[in-house]
């Protein structure tokens, strides 16, 4: 990964946390790496526990930011969660999958939030 891609995906996780704040959500950790893939945000909202996927573009024309959380993306994020609660033991809590969008437009950012943006059997 270049550090250019490297830098803009820093900034939209930190545009994305400053927005979880601001919505009362507190932020528990950030680029979690466990055993089987990397976690973006981890928040917690009152019982729940919101695994938060963050995507940055600086425009659309690889598509929108949200398009890139296919079935495979998913089912790592559910993996990674799964190993995350298992390790914090934190699973009292209503976990919940979300996905931040964010779009870069000169020094602006363009956020858009999908709460619960996948569901997960079972949980």
């Known amino acids: ?11 939209g996780e930190d545009i994305a ?9 507190k932020i528990l950790d950030r680029n979690i790496r466990t055993p ?16 938060v996927e963050v995507k940055t573009r600086r425009g ?3 598509g929108y930011p949200q398009e890139a959380v296919g079935a ?6 559910l993996r990674a969660a799964q190993w995350y609660l298992a390790e914090r033991r934190l699973d009292r809590l209503q976990p919940r999958f979300d996905v931040i969008a964010v779009r870069r437009r000169g020094d602006e950012a363009e956020v858009e939030h999908f709460p619960g943006a996948f569901d997960v059997d079972g949980w």
């Open 17 to 25: 946390a400053g927005y979880l704040r601001r919505q009362g959500m």
């Open 72 to 77: 495979a993306k998913q089912r790592q994020i």
């Open 36 to 51: 089987v893939g990397e976690l973006d945000i981890v928040a917690r909202h009152k019982r729940m526990l919101i695994f």
């Open 1 to 11: 990964m270049t550090y250019q891609r490297l830098s803009l995906g820093r900034w």
């Open 60 to 62: 659309i024309s690889h």
